[in-house]
């Protein structure tokens, strides 16, 4: 019992020591500055966390100094708006250039994308892993009957095996495969 009250006794006094002790932090930036890195970190995070961006949607950005640009196309108006909101929020961002394009109001393309989806889910043998989870690795986007595939797959078969599926889904006049191979070198 008296050992428990010295322990007690000890934790008090080192809690109230510690509490009174005055920490001073610095930061390491330059003036406030946010390097180039730091705010593509940052555009990608906030873009992942717009509410309504989805499989069907796609934007891209580029960072020049203090200034964004964005790009891409998105099926409704509030995701572009919101992009824009979320990116000039950001610390170190000046000035937001959004050049991503709306995709117009169509029942056609709307059928289009479902039907590609459920095709690659389907049909697709591994490449349903490509739209699993928040932030699928693969984008559908479908404009006039015209479909672009953007995004990354692991291998080769699987960027052929996409290709392939889309242009055998019922509808679709083009396709435009723009996906990218991980690992694989550019020529």
């Known amino acids: 019992?008296?050992?428990?009250?010295?322990?007690?006794?000890?934790?008090?006094?080192?809690?109230?020591?510690?509490?009174?002790?005055?920490?001073?932090?610095?930061?390491?930036?330059?003036?406030?500055?946010?390097?180039?890195?730091?705010?593509?970190?940052?555009?990608?995070k906030e873009i992942l966390k717009l509410p309504y961006y989805g499989v069907f949607d796609n934007i891209a950005y580029k960072v020049d100094g203090d200034t964004v640009t964005l790009y891409?196309?998105?099926?409704?108006?509030?995701?572009?708006?919101?992009?824009?909101?979320?990116?000039?929020?950001?610390?170190?961002?000046?000035?937001?250039?959004?050049?991503?394009?709306?995709?117009?109001?169509?029942?056609?393309?709307?059928?289009?994308?479902?039907?590609?989806?459920?095709?690659?889910?389907?049909?697709?043998?591994?490449?349903?892993?490509?739209?699993?989870?928040?932030?699928?690795?693969v984008k559908i986007i479908v404009d006039n009957g015209h479909v672009s595939l953007e995004g990354y797959v692991a291998n080769r078969g699987d960027y052929n095996l996409a290709n392939i599926l889309a242009n055998g889904v019922s509808g679709v006049f083009s396709v435009d495969n723009n996906l990218i191979v991980e690992n694989e070198k550019i020529r």
Do not use: C, W
Request: no cysteine.
């Open 72 to 137: 891409g196309k998105v099926l409704r108006p509030t995701t572009k708006s919101s992009a824009e909101n979320v990116v000039e929020d950001i610390n170190g961002v000046k000035n937001v250039v959004n050049n991503i394009e709306v995709l117009p109001l169509s029942g056609f393309d709307d059928s289009i994308r479902y039907r590609t989806l459920r095709t690659f889910a389907n049909n697709g043998g591994s490449l349903y892993r490509y739209f699993l989870g928040v932030n699928p690795s």
């Open 1 to 44: 019992m008296r050992f428990l009250k010295s322990f007690l006794f000890i934790a008090v006094i080192a809690i109230l020591g510690f509490s009174s002790l005055n920490v001073q932090a610095q930061s390491f930036s330059d003036n406030g500055k946010t390097s180039r890195s730091d705010i593509e970190r940052k555009v990608f």
